[in-house]
């Protein structure tokens, strides 16, 4: 009889906790795709546990865990609502609010690229009930926002090593030889 031995992979995940960039930082916060499942959820009204946990069908110790390291990223507040026995809710900060227009985003590039017939959601305008179609714009001047008209500047914790990579990039994209 030949054995086969099982070899279990533990993977550790990388923490983005002290990059430099926002995009690295903000994915440190957010944590996985579990988590933006709750926020989405939480944007829904959802505030409750069991509320979460029926309409993801998560484990319960995931959910733990995820709700925890919201409350310590600071996208959730836990609130006592029921003393006896002791119960909770996980109330969106402003920080958690702030995360809309990512998940939006979210929404409409899955909404793109998802055949029409297997959409169950789609995002609408809450008086008209006419479909919203969410784009990225700059705040500044109104303009679309796509790689073509973007580019990384230098930050105030940018070394050189940064600038380098920014200025390589930015020649890049406007078809200069670096």
Same mark, same amino acid.
């Given at each position: 009889?030949?054995?086969? *031995?099982?070899? +279990?992979?533990?993977m550790q995940r990388t923490s983005f906790?002290?990059?430099?960039?926002?995009?690295? =930082?903000?994915l440190e916060s957010v944590g996985d795709w579990w988590s933006m499942m709750i926020l989405r959820d939480?944007?829904?009204?959802?505030? =409750?546990?069991?509320?979460?946990?029926k309409s993801l069908g998560i484990a319960p110790n995931?959910? +733990? =865990?995820?709700? +925890?390291?919201?409350?310590e990223e600071g996208l959730f507040e836990k609130r006592?609502?029921?003393?006896? *026995?002791?119960?909770?809710?996980?109330?969106?900060?402003?920080k958690g609010r702030d995360f809309?227009?990512?998940?939006? +985003?979210?929404?409409?590039?899955? =909404?793109?690229?998802?055949?029409?017939?297997?959409?169950?959601?789609?995002?609408? $305008?809450?008086?008209s009930g006419n479909e919203c179609r969410p784009v990225v714009v700059d705040?500044? /001047?109104?303009?679309?926002?796509?790689?073509e008209n973007t580019c990384l500047l230098p930050g105030?914790?940018?070394?050189? /090593? $940064?600038?380098?990579r920014i200025a390589r990039m930015r020649a890049y994209y406007l078809g200069i030889d670096a």
């Open positions: 009889m030949i054995v086969t *031995p099982i070899v +279990t992979f533990i906790a002290n990059l430099r960039c926002p995009a690295g =930082r903000a939480a944007f829904q009204g959802l505030t =409750r546990f069991d509320e979460f946990q995931i959910l +733990t =865990r995820r709700l +925890t390291h919201l409350i006592l609502y029921s003393e006896r *026995p002791a119960r909770y809710e996980y109330v969106l900060t402003e809309f227009p990512v998940l939006m +985003t979210l929404f409409a590039w899955g =909404r793109r690229h998802a055949p029409e017939e297997d959409l169950a959601f789609l995002l609408g $305008d809450a008086v705040a500044v /001047s109104g303009q679309e926002l796509k790689p105030p914790a940018a070394d050189e /090593s $940064d600038r380098e």
